[in-house]
């Protein structure tokens, strides 16, 4: 009975009028679809805009903060090697770094959820090797504080195992060096790759 229904109002329905109808639903159709696609856009430009300027001011605060860890090392580690050349045996009992003290968490963010649809490849590829060196850094320094944090006082110069103590504090501290000359090339990379991407990102602001 349905079936004979319709088919009774399409033979007495005229075919301009059912044209007419169709353009009608696709138009609105068709509207509602541009409508959709364009607010998507809109908002993809502002999730892209946000993305590179959260990008921006951290890059720049941490290209500063690495710059200064350079100068830092530039500063120490020459007078650790000569005390090292002399038969000295430095301090370096006492340091550490607190973790976490950089945005690894944002940079993986971005790098895994947001570049793909933010980024080009020429900023993509940049970002990677940022992370990798972020994580180069963050391990040195584990690796510094194990060091730092086996370091000993040296028993009196007759203990029977003084020679044994401080060779093996030479060889800590020896170690100790090579990883202070490590992140004193990372914090250079880190530096020099934060402002690269940095005036990257400018560019894309523009």
Same mark, same amino acid.
């Given at each position: ?7 009774? %109002? ?7 009028? *059912? ?19 364009? @607010?998507?856009? /809109?908002?993809?430009?502002?999730? %892209?805009?946000?993305? *590179? ?11 500063? &903060? ?5 100068? +830092?090392?530039? !500063?120490? !580690?020459? @007078?650790? +090697?000569?005390? &090292? ?11 550490? $770094?607190?973790?976490? @003290?950089?945005?690894?968490?944002? *940079? ?5 959820? =947001? ?8 900023? $993509? ?5 940022? #992370? !990798?060196?972020?994580? +180069?850094?963050?391990?040195?320094? =584990? ?24 060779? %093996? #504090?030479? #060889?800590?501290?020896?170690?100790? $060096? ?6 004193? /090339?990372?914090? @250079? ?18």
């Amino acid at each position: 009975m349905a079936t004979l229904r319709i088919r009774e %109002r399409l033979r007495a329905a005229k075919p301009g009028k *059912i044209l007419l109808e169709l353009v009608i639903v696709f138009v609105g159709v068709y509207a509602a679809f541009v409508l959709n696609n364009y @607010q998507a856009e /809109r908002q993809a430009a502002r999730s %892209r805009g946000h993305v *590179i300027e959260l990008l921006r001011v951290g890059l720049d605060r941490y290209e500063k &903060l690495f710059a200064g860890f350079v100068l +830092r090392h530039d !500063n120490t !580690n020459p @007078q650790f +090697r000569a005390a &090292l050349d002399r038969g000295e045996l430095p301090a370096f009992g006492d340091d550490f $770094y607190p973790a976490p @003290q950089y945005p690894i968490e944002m *940079i993986d963010h971005v790098v895994t959820q =947001e570049s793909y649809g933010v980024f080009s490849v020429d900023v $993509y590829v940049p970002l990677i090797a940022f #992370q !990798n060196a972020l994580r +180069r850094l963050m391990y040195v320094e =584990e690796k510094l504080v194990e060091l730092s944090t086996a370091s000993e006082p040296l028993p009196p110069a007759d203990h029977p195992d003084h020679s044994w103590v401080r060779a %093996r #504090q030479e #060889q800590r501290a020896e170690r100790y $060096y090579r990883y202070l000359e490590i992140r004193r /090339r990372t914090s @250079q990379e880190l530096a020099e790759r934060a402002k690269a991407i940095g005036e990257q990102l400018d560019a894309l602001a523009k």
